[in-house]
């Protein structure tokens, strides 16, 4: 029950978010310009990779450690400080030249103010990190959902009062500053200044290849939109952009939810191979629970979901969904194996792998964007499934299990969504033939799908059903 809350706290974390950004969304676009818009996506843009940057993978080390000795908590926080205090002197000092490079005067002053976040960010790294070791997530939700609101109500005043581009960053730094504020406050470390070399190298032994890690899956999520870019023109990005970021829905916020949540736990479990391993088959059962029947779904009804959600202008982004949904079921399974190697401490694996399949990726995108846009998509695909039996293999080894408890654990989630689509398929073609609207279409047929799969659930329950109900009931 303690990883069902975990996740319950989590997940409400992840709503809040996503509540926010549509919110956000919905009154900013009526107080903003494009322009604007623009101009903070530049510096997002250079902000995601110095978020990469931020701690080093040390929040990680400090979750994951079995023993957790003062002298590698003050270590790691002190550290911490240095880098946020280097990324915003180093943004400051480029903010200029970025604004050349871009030919947009106005960038500078945004870029310096976004500066001052990243000594608020790493600074709370590691009493984040201690509240996340001790599972107290309810205290991080708090922490975290006070400042989401907060700073949307900092954009949404900004923004009305005329300051344009500057509410949206400030919006971040508010966020910044008022979540490491309450981390201090939450925390019970006492810090003082200690800091030894011999804790650093055995932190950066761990951290090291997490962070390389990140850096090369970073690039690696990134190189299908330059090849494209570069090969097919910006204007082939549109839709396959927004295909893509259906795609992630589920990698970013289920799978995100789940391994965030359980990783503390997964940790104690370190010197037990069989026993995380034992979780993480669970974990798998929920995920597919929710991502497979969402993902089949999806590529039923893409054409009205697109006609509905984008307008019938963007036919290009169903056709790519063809090919991009099953590759979000099969990464929101792949990317949930992530949080064994950071538990068991095999971080150098997960490097491996990384760049494994950072090379697959590219030249699968390199090859297929000889057959334009689906080329790309199809080889997306191609090289998943490819890496996923790899990726998949390498992990159960490491977890001393087998292909068919693995199998047992997602194959029925994958059947039901199956037979699922299948129905929603056919009673599709009815409805096309009787010329109802694509809103029609999409919302009768997309109740008809949870109710079908709920009701395949209910003739045949499974453990990992029973593990998801306890998501939505106190008792199950």
Same mark, same amino acid.
């Given at each position: 029950?303690?990883?069902?809350?975990?996740?319950?706290?989590?997940?409400?974390?992840?709503?809040?978010?996503?509540?926010?950004?549509?919110?956000?969304?919905?009154?900013?676009?009526?107080?903003?310009?494009?322009?604007?818009?623009?101009?903070?996506?530049?510096?997002?843009?250079?902000?995601?990779?110095?978020?990469?940057?931020?701690?080093?993978?040390?929040?990680?080390?400090?979750?994951?450690?079995?023993?957790?000795?003062?002298?590698?908590?003050?270590?790691?926080?002190?550290?911490?400080?240095?880098?946020?205090?280097?990324?915003?002197?180093?943004?400051?000092?480029?903010?200029?030249?970025?604004?050349?490079?871009?030919?947009?005067?106005?960038?500078?002053?945004?870029?310096?103010?976004?500066?001052?976040?990243?000594?608020?960010?790493?600074?709370?790294?590691?009493?984040?990190?201690?509240?996340?070791?001790?599972?107290?997530?309810?205290?991080?939700?708090?922490?975290?959902?006070?400042?989401?609101?907060?700073?949307?109500?900092?954009?949404?005043?900004?923004?009305? /009062?005329?300051?344009?581009?500057?509410?949206?960053?400030?919006?971040?730094?508010?966020?910044?500053?008022?979540?490491?504020?309450?981390?201090?406050?939450?925390?019970?470390?006492?810090?003082?200044?200690?800091?030894?070399?011999? /804790? $650093?190298?055995?932190?950066?032994?761990?951290?090291?290849?997490?962070?390389?890690?990140?850096?090369?899956?970073?690039? $690696?999520?990134? $190189?299908?939109?330059?090849?494209?870019?570069?090969?097919?023109?910006?204007?082939?990005?549109?839709?396959?952009?927004?295909?893509?970021?259906?795609?992630?829905?589920?990698?970013?916020?289920?799978?995100?939810?789940?391994?965030?949540?359980?990783?503390?736990?997964?940790?104690? /479990?370190?010197?037990?191979?069989?026993?995380?391993?034992?979780?993480?088959?669970?974990?798998?059962?929920?995920?597919?629970?929710?991502?497979?029947?969402?993902?089949?779904?999806?590529?039923?009804?893409?054409?009205?979901?697109?006609?509905?959600?984008?307008?019938?202008?963007?036919?290009?982004?169903?056709?790519?969904?063809?090919?991009?949904?099953?590759?979000?079921?099969?990464?929101?399974?792949?990317?949930?194996?992530?949080?064994?190697?950071?538990?068991?401490?095999?971080?150098?694996?997960?490097?491996?792998?990384?760049?494994?399949?950072?090379?697959?990726?590219?030249?699968?995108?390199?090859?297929?964007? /000889?057959?334009?846009?689906m080329g790309v998509a199809a080889a997306y695909f191609v090289v998943t499934v490819?890496?996923?039996?790899?990726?998949?293999?390498?992990?159960?080894?490491?977890?001393?299990?087998?292909?068919?408890?693995?199998?047992?654990?997602?194959?029925?989630?994958?059947?039901? $969504?199956?037979?699922?689509?299948?129905?929603?398929?056919?009673?599709?073609?009815?409805?096309?033939?009787?010329?109802?609207?694509?809103?029609?279409?999409?919302?009768?047929?997309?109740?008809?799908?949870?109710?079908?799969?709920?009701?395949?659930?209910?003739?045949?329950?499974?453990?990992?059903?029973?593990?998801?109900?306890?998501?939505?009931?106190?008792?199950?």
């Open positions: 029950m303690s990883a069902v809350r975990n996740v319950r706290w989590v997940g409400m974390i992840q709503v809040t978010r996503i509540s926010v950004q549509l919110l956000g969304l919905l009154v900013l676009s009526r107080l903003l310009t494009p322009a604007d818009f623009g101009l903070v996506a530049i510096v997002f843009a250079i902000n995601n990779f110095a978020l990469l940057l931020r701690d080093m993978g040390t929040a990680s080390a400090i979750i994951q450690r079995d023993v957790l000795d003062d002298q590698t908590v003050q270590t790691a926080h002190w550290t911490n400080c240095f880098i946020g205090l280097g990324l915003a002197a180093i943004l400051l000092a480029l903010s200029y030249p970025m604004a050349g490079i871009f030919k947009e005067p106005a960038l500078a002053p945004l870029v310096q103010l976004s500066a001052l976040s990243f000594p608020f960010l790493s600074g709370s790294t590691v009493h984040q990190a201690l509240l996340e070791r001790g599972s107290k997530f309810a205290t991080v939700a708090r922490i975290e959902i006070i400042a989401l609101l907060t700073g949307f109500t900092v954009a949404v005043v900004a923004a009305y /009062h005329g300051a344009g581009a500057y509410s949206l960053v400030l919006q971040t730094l508010t966020v910044a500053v008022l979540s490491a504020a309450q981390f201090w406050i939450a925390s019970d470390t006492k810090i003082k200044w200690g800091w030894s070399t011999e /804790h $650093a190298k055995g932190l950066w032994g761990y951290s090291g290849n997490l962070f390389a890690f990140n850096v090369v899956n970073y690039f $690696a999520r990134n $190189a299908d939109t330059m090849i494209i870019g570069r090969m097919l023109g910006p204007t082939a990005l549109g839709p396959y952009s927004l295909a893509y970021r259906v795609m992630l829905f589920p990698l970013q916020n289920l799978t995100f939810v789940a391994t965030r949540a359980l990783f503390p736990m997964m940790s104690r /479990h370190q010197h037990s191979p069989q026993e995380l391993g034992a979780m993480q088959l669970r974990l798998l059962s929920v995920i597919s629970f929710f991502t497979a029947p969402m993902m089949a779904g999806l590529f039923v009804l893409r054409e009205p979901f697109v006609d509905v959600a984008l307008g019938d202008s963007w036919g290009t982004v169903a056709a790519l969904i063809m090919w991009l949904a099953p590759v979000g079921f099969i990464q929101s399974l792949v990317s949930a194996g992530g949080v064994v190697y950071q538990a068991l401490g095999r971080t150098d694996v997960l490097f491996r792998l990384g760049v494994f399949s950072s090379i697959l990726h590219v030249t699968g995108f390199v090859c297929g964007v /000889h057959w334009g846009l490819i890496n996923s039996v790899v990726s998949l293999g390498v992990l159960l080894n490491l977890m001393q299990q087998t292909v068919p408890r693995l199998l047992g654990a997602i194959l029925p989630a994958i059947v039901k $969504a199956l037979l699922m689509a299948v129905l929603l398929h056919f009673a599709d073609i009815e409805l096309v033939a009787l010329n109802m609207p694509p809103l029609v279409r999409l919302l009768s047929l997309s109740a008809a799908g949870g109710l079908i799969f709920l009701a395949l659930t209910r003739i045949h329950l499974m453990p990992a059903d029973r593990d998801v109900l306890r998501l939505f009931m106190k008792r199950a």
